[in-house]
C-alpha cells in the first residue's frame, strides 16, 4: 500500500524485531551521483544498535565504495535480509527485493517532473535525495521495531582515500549526457588561466576529451583512482554529473556548471561548501537528466556560461591562491 503523505510503497510486512542484531540491505545500483546520495542514509542506519547493512549495487561500484564507506558491507546480492530498502525502485531493484519484506524510497517523480515540464506551477519538490533516503530508513527502522537516533546532515561525506594538495584544482570535461558538457574549449581556457596545480579526470572513453583541455590527465582511470585523485583536490569543476558530487562528498569544493538539469530537485545539497553555476537561459531547465541532443539546437545554457565567471567561483573557493592569469 501507498503512503500518500511520503509517497513510499510498503512491501511485505516484516517480524517484530528480535533479540540480537536485525539486517538491513539496502539496494542501490547505480549511477555513481545517487549512489553518493545514499551515504547519510547509510551513515545513519550502521550508527544505529542492532542493525547489520549492507549496500547491494553493481559490481562496477563495489571496489570504490567499500573504501568510501568502510563501516557498511558493500555487496552485490542481498541475501536473506530482515528488511531491502529499495533505494532505486527500478525493475531490477524490484527483482532483487522479490519475496523479502521491503520498503522504497519516495522519489517525488512528480514534483520533480513539474519543476521542469511546468515551472509556473507552484509545486516544488520537498526533500533532497539524501532527506528522501533517510525517510525511507525511518521508516524502515520503525518497522523492524527500532527507535532511530538523531538524523545526521543530509549532505554526504566519504572516508579520506588520499592527503589533499593546497590550490589544486581538478576539471571534468566530461559528463553522461552531451548536453551536461560545458565545451571543451572553455575547461581548456580554464585551463590556462588557472595559475595554480591543476589536473584533469576523463574515464577512458574520455580520455581525449580530457587530453583536449591541455592539462595533465589523472593517470589512474578505474573509479576507486578516479576518487583517489577527487580526494586530493581543494576544488573540483564539473558539470552536473558523479564525479562533482564525489568531489563534494570528498570534501573539496564543487563548482558545478548546470544547463539543461535543475539544481532544486534533490541533487545539489552543497551550498555550504560549493557554487552551483548558470546562465539564467530561459529555456532552462529543460531536462531531469540531461540529453543527447539541446532540444533548442544551440544549448546557450551552458555555452553562455564564461570563463571568467568560472574563475571567479574558483578563486572564491580556493582564496589562497595567488592572482591568475586572465582567460
Known amino acids: 500500500m501507498r503512503d500518500r503523505r511520503r509517497g513510499f510503497r510498503r512491501g511485505t510486512r516484516t517480524t517484530p524485531a528480535r533479540a540480537g542484531s536485525l539486517e538491513i540491505a539496502a539496494v542501490r545500483l547505480g549511477r555513481l551521483g545517487d549512489l553518493v546520495m545514499v551515504e547519510p542514509a547509510l551513515r545513519w542506519l550502521s550508527a544505529t544498535p542492532h542493525v547489520r547493512l549492507k549496500l547491494v549495487t553493481d559490481p562496477h561500484y563495489v571496489d570504490a565504495f567499500a573504501r568510501a564507506l568502510p563501516e557498511v558491507e558493500i555487496t552485490t546480492e542481498v541475501g536473506s535480509p530482515d528488511l531491502v530498502l529499495d533505494l532505486h525502485r527500478v525493475a531490477a531493484s524490484r527483482r532483487l527485493r522479490r519475496g523479502h519484506p521491503w520498503l522504497g524510497v519516495g522519489k517525488e517523480d512528480v514534483r520533480r517532473r513539474l519543476r521542469v515540464l511546468a515551472p509556473q506551477l507552484p509545486v516544488m519538490p520537498r526533500f533532497s535525495w539524501p532527506e528522501r533516503h533517510m525517510d525511507a530508513a525511518e521508516r524502515g527502522m520503525r518497522q523492524l521495531g527500532i527507535v532511530p537516533g538523531p538524523r545526521p546532515t543530509p549532505v554526504p561525506r566519504f572516508g579520506p582515500f588520499g592527503a589533499r594538495e593546497p590550490g589544486l584544482l581538478g576539471l571534468v570535461p566530461g559528463a553522461g549526457h552531451a548536453t551536461k558538457q560545458w565545451p571543451v574549449e572553455r575547461f581548456a581556457a580554464l585551463a590556462e588561466a588557472w595559475s595554480g596545480p591543476l589536473v584533469v579526470f576523463g574515464s577512458e572513453e574520455e580520455r581525449s576529451l580530457a587530453a583536449a583541455v591541455g592539462a595533465d590527465v589523472w593517470p589512474a582511470p578505474s573509479l576507486t583512482g578516479l576518487f583517489e585523485g577527487l580526494s586530493r583536490c581543494a576544488a573540483v569543476v564539473a558539470g552536473d554529473t558523479g564525479p562533482l558530487h564525489v568531489a563534494g562528498a570528498l570534501g573539496a569544493a564543487p563548482i558545478g556548471l548546470f544547463g539543461p538539469t535543475p539544481t532544486d530537485t ?48 574558483v578563486r572564491a573557493a580556493v582564496p589562497e591562491q595567488p592572482e591568475d592569469r586572465c582567460a
Open 266 to 313: 534533490g541533487f545539489w545539497v552543497w551550498d555550504e561548501t560549493g557554487v552551483a553555476l548558470r546562465t539564467g537561459s530561459g529555456c532552462s531547465p529543460c531536462s531531469l537528466h540531461g540529453s543527447a541532443v539541446c532540444p533548442k539546437r544551440h544549448h546557450r545554457c551552458l555555452a553562455d556560461l564564461s570563463v571568467e565567471a568560472v574563475l571567479e567561483a
